[in-house]
């Protein structure tokens, strides 16, 4: 594996519409990601069969997750547990995101 630099808040340009997904890293079990949000950032349902933790680093969204609706301003960070339905009912343009998916392990078949 080599060394890979970047910085998160360089050429941060949100799309006009929906979201941009990015993959920084990818790693044994786990996919580090930036995502850049419009102001209408779509109504997309997600149900994943991997836990998901997200932070917001900048702007402001709301999320709806299993049923109940958080406000989110930067800083603030949700575990999302595998299967666990949730959507982005609104952001901020521009909200900047980090998301890290990891991987359940699967089992060895002998």
Do not use: K
């Not at 102001?39 to 997750?65: F, N």
């Amino acid at each position: 594996m080599s060394i890979q630099r970047g910085n998160l808040f360089v050429a941060a340009q949100p799309p006009a519409a929906g979201e941009h997904f990015e993959t920084l890293a990818s790693l044994p079990g786990a996919r580090i990601e930036r995502i850049l949000s419009s102001a209408a950032p779509g109504l997309d349902t997600y149900d994943q069969a991997h836990d998901e933790w997200v932070v917001l680093l900048s702007g402001e969204a709301r999320l709806e997750v299993a049923g109940e609706v958080l406000e989110l301003r930067a800083g603030d960070h949700v575990l999302l547990p595998a299967r666990t339905p949730h959507r982005v009912l609104a952001t901020s343009h521009g909200a900047l995101w980090l998301a890290v998916h990891c991987s359940q392990p699967q089992p060895t078949v002998r």
